[in-house]
């Protein structure tokens, strides 16, 4: 029986994410960027991609050291960062994608809108002005992520 009292390991946490985002995202080749900010300003971004195969999940194994990094910021999120988002794009051809976001809020990936990923893309990070959407690319909302259970009397 899990302890209530003792809030899940953050890292643990995070590794559930990026596969709940990989259960959403299902076959195909994705790249997957975590970023955040702390209330001071600074910042901090990793990426990664992994390849899905229809019937085993992973065709290729992620990066580990990818997949490590990716998943230590998310982890981190819960703790130093006050703001934190997730997008993965998903190429659907050589000249073709799909863009979707997630806010992370107490260390998980909650979906965005269209809209709001599509001005997260759209938008110079320097002074807040449009800019042209990347050709070919398609930005959608995030999908709700479902989170697997600590518990293993379940």
Do not use: K
């Not at 019937?55 to 194994?61: C, L």
């Not at 800019?131 to 999908?143: L, S």
């Amino acid at each position: 029986m899990s302890d209530v009292t003792c809030p899940p390991d953050p890292f643990d946490t995070a590794a559930q994410a990026f596969t709940a985002l990989l259960d959403v995202l299902g076959p195909g080749r994705h790249q997957l960027t975590c970023s955040a900010q702390t209330s001071l300003g600074s910042y901090a971004s990793t990426t990664t991609s992994v390849e899905c195969g229809p019937e085993d999940q992973f065709r290729a194994a992620p990066d580990p050291e990818g997949w490590l990094m990716f998943c230590h910021l998310l982890a981190q999120t819960s703790i130093a960062f006050r703001h934190a988002t997730v997008f993965t794009r998903s190429y659907t051809t050589d000249s073709t994608s799909v863009v979707r976001g997630w806010s992370v809020i107490d260390g998980w990936p909650h979906p965005m809108g269209a809209a709001d990923v599509f001005a997260a893309h759209c938008s110079d990070l320097a002074n807040g002005e449009p800019i042209p959407p990347e050709p070919g690319t398609d930005y959608q909302a995030g999908a709700l992520l479902t989170a697997a259970s600590h518990d293993a009397s379940q």
